[in-house]
């Protein structure tokens, strides 16, 4: 069992900045991908960022320029370095781990935190 703890969301003026940290912790064989997603109120939860292993990322479009993503592979943790933030901004953010087991073990696993606030105010 795989369980991300995120941290680090709040309140921010429009052009502020936040970091979040989420760590996973538990019994866990190996994490290939991290990221995190978001919910605004009303909305889907969207992909914001993701990270592999080896340091590749993804961006949603909305974040591209203003979001960077991070981790060290060595805490199984990962960083959410927000930028110029806006309104739009305003989630609740999640912590996303993908566990990698041969399939003896389990197979693939998908994890998620129990979120962080982050509230953009105008």
């Known amino acids: 069992q795989v369980q991300p703890v995120e941290s680090g969301g709040g309140l921010v003026q429009a052009g502020g900045s936040l970091r979040l940290s989420c760590k996973a912790s538990g019994s866990i064989f190996s994490i290939d991908s991290m990221g995190w997603y978001r919910q605004a109120p009303g909305k889907q939860r969207e992909l914001v960022a993701l990270i592999s292993t080896g340091g590749r990322t993804n961006f949603a479009d909305s974040v591209k320029g203003r979001f960077t993503i991070s981790r060290d592979n060595a805490k199984n943790t990962v960083y959410l370095q927000m930028n110029s933030l806006k309104p739009e901004d305003t989630a609740v953010y999640y912590c996303?781990?993908?566990?990698?087991?041969?399939?003896?073990?389990?197979?693939?696993?998908?994890?998620w935190g129990q979120g962080t606030q982050v509230t953009v105010s105008s």
């Open positions: 996303y781990a993908r566990e990698s087991r041969p399939s003896i073990f389990g197979g693939t696993k998908d994890y």
